[in-house]
């Protein structure tokens, strides 16, 4: 079938292809430079341990050792999918050479993302950026809600530092910086102190946000979770004190939601208009969480799809849901595994746009059975084919056409890196 063909089929159900796939064309999604080396950054020895409870697992040949490598690799991502990309940085990700040498992670400076910048520039991209607030000696192991006023200093002036650089790449690249803060903060068995260590979080945050920013360049975010691997007991920053923060501080951040972060029957797709009801922006992590928050590469799945038709829905892909990915795969060639989430993404979402406004009409006239039957038969139009054609005008490879190129970068590049 011809895309001719397929627009055709769309148009039966009132749905133009066309401006859907003008419209994807201009959302940003946010492409995690830590899928790339394992979540391991440049900063502190590349062999310890990662902390805070995130894991990655496998050890598949090719992970990015230099900022050269890092780069390269993004590179080979950029040519494989579709829409706009962000780059989303890590504060462990600061580029030291001669110049610049190392600093600790409370002293990094703009000039150590500088690189970065050019890199950005060159490439028309914007850029997010995280506090690193994990696998790091002065993890002790909370950070911002350490006990230790020395620890908890440490942690509060490398937010600071890290509001200052966000908004020196919001500066230099002309978009705005979405900035998240995520500790893994929490203790592997049973507290005897829940509200402590949550009074301290909630100080801390507050002195990071009392550095002076433009809400418009930078926005801060705060991510919440259930638990991680070592912190099974208790999370200090769990959905409940995240989004009473951000509700508390709506002109200085925004709630951030990682469908990793979730008892399993609860789904991210359902709280995005939840959220919307009361929030102007939110922002996403976009992950596949199995059985726990392991990050495995996104899939176009029914979750993604649902969290892409809330997005649409709520119009959100006109700036009031910042969307970026979170996952991080060491078992398969990360090149790939970068590449399929995020051609998945681009999926979902354009899945979403073609989905017509006359389903909302029926569930308000209350005609739930031929809304149970449009929603079915919409599932096999040919939408393999719009994809395609979107894939065409964004100058990216289609589907069947670009796997060949990564086997290709994994014998000329990735394999010489042993
Ligand atoms: C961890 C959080 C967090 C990290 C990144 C690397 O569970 O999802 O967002 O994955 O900051
Ligand atoms: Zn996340």
Redesign the pocket.
């Known amino acids: 079938m011809s895309y001719a063909d397929a627009k055709k089929e769309y148009e039966k159900y009132g749905i133009d292809t066309d401006k859907a796939i003008e419209k994807l064309k201009n959302v940003s999604v946010s492409l ?1 430079c ?1 899928q790339g080396d394992d ?1 391991r950054g440049f900063d502190t020895d590349p062999n310890k341990p990662l902390t ?3 894991q990655t697992t496998g050890n598949y040949l090719g992970r990015a050792r230099t900022p050269e490598e890092l780069m390269a690799d993004i590179d080979e991502v950029l040519k494989l999918v579709p829409g706009k990309v962000k780059l989303n940085l ?1 504060a462990c990700y600061a580029i030291f050479d001669d110049e610049n040498p190392w600093v600790d992670r409370n002293k990094i400076e703009p000039k150590h993302f500088k690189k970065w910048v050019d890199f950005c520039k060159e490439r028309g991209l914007g850029c997010d950026f ?1 506090p ?1 607030f ?1 696998s790091h000696p002065k993890c002790d192991p909370l950070t911002l809600s350490s006990p230790n006023e020395e620890t908890r200093r440490f942690w509060i002036e490398h937010g600071k530092a890290c509001i200052r650089i966000s908004e020196y790449l919001a500066e230099e690249l002309g978009e705005p910086c979405i900035m ?1 803060i ?1 500790t ?1 903060d929490g203790f592997k068995d049973i507290p005897a102190d829940r509200l402590g260590p949550r009074e301290r979080y909630k100080e801390s945050i507050d002195e990071i946000l009392s550095e002076p920013y433009d809400f418009n360049k930078v926005k801060p975010c705060i ?1 919440s ?1 259930v638990f ?1 691997i070592g912190v099974e007991a208790y999370t200090v920053g769990s959905a409940e004190f995240a989004l009473s923060y951000a509700a508390k501080n709506m002109d200085k951040c925004i709630p ?1 939601m ?1 469908n ?2 979730y008892h399993p029957t609860e789904v991210v797709s359902d709280k995005i208009p939840a959220l919307l009801a009361f929030f102007p922006e939110i922002a996403l ?1 976009i ?1 596949r969480p199995i059985r726990w ?1 392991s ?1 495995h590469v996104v899939l176009f799945d029914d979750e993604t799809k649902e969290m892409a038709k809330e997005i649409v829905r709520c119009g959100g892909l006109d700036g009031k849901v910042k969307i970026a990915l ?1 996952y ?1 795969d060491a078992s398969i060639n990360r090149i790939s595994a970068w590449t399929v989430g995020f051609r998945n993404v681009q999926k979902a979402l354009l899945y979403a746009i073609l989905q017509p406004d006359c389903l909302k009409e029926l569930q308000d006239k209350n005609n739930f059975t031929k809304l149970m039957v449009m929603q079915e038969e919409l599932k096999t139009l040919p939408f393999g084919e719009v994809w395609n054609e979107y894939c065409k005008d964004c100058k990216a490879p289609v589907d069947g056409e670009w796997f060949e190129k990564v086997e290709k970068y994994e014998k000329d590049i990735l394999m010489k890196r042993a």
């Open positions: 995690h830590w979540v805070g409870g995130i890590h995280n690193t994990f998240n995520w893994g991510e979770k991680g951030l990682d990793g972060h992590h992950t928050d990050d979170d991080f």
